[in-house]
């Protein structure tokens, strides 16, 4: 009797610190897509403060395109913090990332506007996004590591699915602030001066995530290496396994373009594209954070149990034959329930694919650079195809009259992830990746 009482008090001491790691883990996470999600939820209010133009397609293309550059920085973040996080350890690092990824906050948060300071005013916000986008390249790897390497057997695509997870609650706590925002202020006094409210608050919760971050245990998985990688080593290694990270980035371009699309952009689309309240979008978004966070579990927990491959092959499929149908239908009659109809859907497909993917990316990249080839594939596709959604969106409905236009955008990611995932996993390329548990 004594025994058990003993072994059930350890299994739940282990559950609990577990479970503690994994939010001192995800913190990080919380504030990087806080601040990507109000950059794209402002950026109407955004582009008049620092890029002011004639035209307001233009105005809002150059504040996506700011957003789009800071991603751009995400490979290099990835190829110099992440050899970083590989050889001085997982905890060390994601201090480091935290620290310049709010650097980065606070600049945005405290730049004055394009009428104060004049051409300083975009030259700041972009150094903000850069710092922002240096730090995410990293950032996001190197916690999909933590959470990998702290895993039980067998549970590994539910314990990586809460990486993503944790930016799903971000979203949501950035959507209620900007819907009491909209309610206690005028739209004039928004677009003024009341955007930068939910800014400073997350400069204000930036000590408090540092805290958590101070406490975090280093990795089992890290302590047990022998011997770690030096830099020119951990350069050689991701050179020799380039494939990896071009068929990774595929595998990421379905997850980042469909996430970006039903977050970031979607409030611009609601409000700009189909004439929705700024209400109706931010009740939408937040509709879309919630079922994220719950569908991003169940697709890791499934991919435990059925493997890695039908999930991300079937998700892909379906979007690469749904998203245009879907946005047509949606366009032709825009509503509120339209709207969230069609988002959930896509939330679907994101969360179950992206519940997969973390743990089919982190078992295809080699053990002893799992932080610099996971980061490097992952921060290519969010710079190539993710973080572009917004602009190329924008683009292709200025271009082509068809306000469905996206889905093509969508469509393209959906196939990338489909030939992702028969590569990856094609026989005798791939080290067991994703196969179910025995």
């Not at 945005?108 to 005013?121: D, E, K, Q």
């Not at 972009?126 to 990293?138: E, M």
């Not at 700024?278 to 978004?285: A, G, Y």
């Not at 190539?384 to 236009?405: H, K, M, V, Y």
Request: proline share 5%; aromatic share 12%; with cysteine.
């Amino acid at each position: 009797m004594a025994k058990t009482i003993t072994r059930t008090t350890t299994q739940s001491t282990a559950i609990t610190s577990r479970a503690g790691a994994m939010v001192r883990a995800t913190s990080g996470n919380f504030l990087e897509q806080f601040d990507f999600f109000l950059f794209g939820f402002y950026a109407s209010a955004i582009s008049k403060a620092f890029f002011p133009a004639a035209n307001e397609v233009t105005s809002l293309m150059l504040t996506f395109t700011t957003f789009w550059l800071g991603a751009l920085m995400r490979p290099i973040g990835a190829l110099v913090l992440g050899p970083y996080l590989d050889h001085i350890g997982r905890r060390k690092g994601l201090i480091v990332t935290l620290a310049i990824m709010a650097s980065g906050t606070v600049l945005i948060a405290v730049c004055p506007t394009y009428a104060g300071i004049g051409v300083a005013a975009p030259l700041i916000v972009l150094a903000g996004r850069l710092l922002q986008g240096f730090s995410a390249g990293v950032e996001l790897g190197g916690v999909s590591i933590y959470l990998f390497e702290i895993s039980t057997p067998g549970n590994r695509g539910f314990y990586t699915s809460f990486q993503s997870a944790s930016q799903q609650v971000a979203i949501l706590f950035a959507a209620v602030i900007g819907y009491a925002l909209s309610a206690a202020l005028p739209a004039a006094i928004i677009a003024e001066w009341g955007w930068r409210v939910p800014f400073f608050i997350g400069c204000m919760i930036v000590p408090f995530i540092f805290f958590l971050r101070r406490t975090l245990e280093e990795t089992p998985d890290f302590l047990a290496q022998k011997r770690h990688p030096t830099t020119a080593e951990i350069f050689r290694s991701m050179g020799a396994n380039w494939q990896i990270v071009v068929l990774g980035m595929l595998l990421v371009a379905m997850t980042t373009v469909t996430f970006y699309f039903i977050t970031v952009y979607t409030p611009t689309f609601g409000k700009n594209v189909l004439k929705l309240s700024e209400t109706e979008s931010l009740v939408v978004t937040a509709f879309v954070a919630a079922t994220n966070f719950i569908w991003l579990p169940i697709g890791g927990a499934i991919s435990d149990r059925v493997g890695r491959k039908p999930v991300l092959l079937t998700i892909s499929l379906l979007a690469l034959c749904t998203v245009y149908p879907a946005l047509h239908w949606l366009v032709s009659a825009p509503t509120f329930g339209g709207l969230l109809a069609v988002e959930l859907l896509f939330s679907f497909y994101f969360g179950v694919y992206n519940g997969a993917m973390v743990a089919a990316l982190s078992e295809a990249v080699p053990a002893d650079v799992r932080t610099s080839c996971f980061s490097l594939a992952y921060s290519l596709a969010a710079a190539l195809f993710g973080t572009f959604t917004p602009l190329a969106s924008t683009w292709l409905i200025e271009q082509t009259g068809d306000r469905a236009s996206p889905g093509y955008w969508l469509m393209m990611a959906a196939a990338c992830g489909a030939v992702g995932t028969l590569a990856i996993y094609r026989a005798g390329e791939t080290r067991a990746v994703g196969a179910a548990p025995a």
